[in-house]
């Protein structure tokens, strides 16, 4: 499985934009790009994901880099309630295991007032 | 929808005891899981269901058995709980819309402490 490389910890003020990077040197063609995010005592939630192409949701934009050796989860203005470890997750091609996800140890976010 | 939800939210067992954790979704998913998660780490698979009467092995496996006779619940079995099984167990469950885009959705966690 191809694994990713986040920063154990960052910190954001409130209402200022968070870029959350993550390193997948070992990304494979075909590997989809996930974020997931888990809030204090609560399961993981999904947040957005991607291939090539830039992706923006409403909770995100996910800005994957040419060579997709890296990516960039952006929060544009973060909140309290977005104070979460998040986690960058590469998603293998369908294969016979269920479609599976591999957590490393994310990125803890916390966020000041 | 009620989403996934999971039964007990909290439990404490003595080493050797056994329980089943129970997982419910109402989503109409085929596919099934179950994770763990200790203190500071990230989730591990211990065993997933891609359908109705189907089982396979994750990542950490052993000490557990899991069954899924229905397909909107996924059991998940300790016959003789183990202090290494503390943890806070997840279940997600996804559909699989085209392959590789599936979304997975969790529910809020079981919290087991083993004596």
């Known amino acids: 499985d191809a694994k990713t490389t986040q920063p154990n910890s960052m910190e954001s003020n409130e209402e200022e934009p968070v870029h959350l990077p993550c390193n997948h040197s070992?990304?494979?063609?075909?590997?989809?790009i996930h974020w997931y995010r888990q809030l204090p005592s609560q399961g993981p939630e999904y947040v957005i994901h991607?291939?090539?192409s830039n992706v923006n949701n409403r909770m995100a934009s996910l800005a994957i880099a040419e060579d997709r050796k890296s990516s960039t989860l952006i929060l544009h203005r973060a909140t309290l309630r977005d104070a979460a470890v998040y986690y960058c997750?590469?998603?293998?091609?369908?294969?016979?295991?269920?479609?599976?996800?591999?957590f490393g140890q994310g990125t803890e976010l916390s966020v000041k007032p | 929808n009620a989403g996934v939800t999971q039964t007990p939210k909290f439990r404490v067992l003595k080493t050797g005891q056994s329980m089943t954790l129970l997982c419910a979704q109402d989503?109409?998913?085929?596919?099934m899981y179950w994770y763990r998660q200790d203190p500071g780490m990230g989730l591990r698979l211990i065993h997933y269901?891609?359908?109705?009467?189907?089982?396979a092995k994750g990542e950490v496996p052993d000490g557990y058995n899991v069954s899924r006779l229905k397909k909107q619940n996924f059991l998940l079995g300790l016959e003789s709980a183990a202090p290494s099984q503390t943890s806070v167990y997840f279940c997600?469950?996804?559909?699989?819309?085209?392959?590789?885009?599936?979304?997975?959705?969790f529910g809020p966690g079981t919290r087991l402490l083993v004596l």
């Open positions: 997600a469950s996804s559909y699989p819309k085209g392959g590789r885009e599936e979304t997975q959705y």
């Open positions: 991607g291939l090539t």
């Open positions: 989503m109409n998913h085929e596919y």
């Open positions: 070992t990304i494979s063609g075909t590997d989809y």
């Open positions: 269901s891609v359908g109705e009467g189907t089982t």
């Open positions: 997750i590469l998603r293998p091609p369908r294969d016979n295991q269920g479609g599976k996800l591999i």
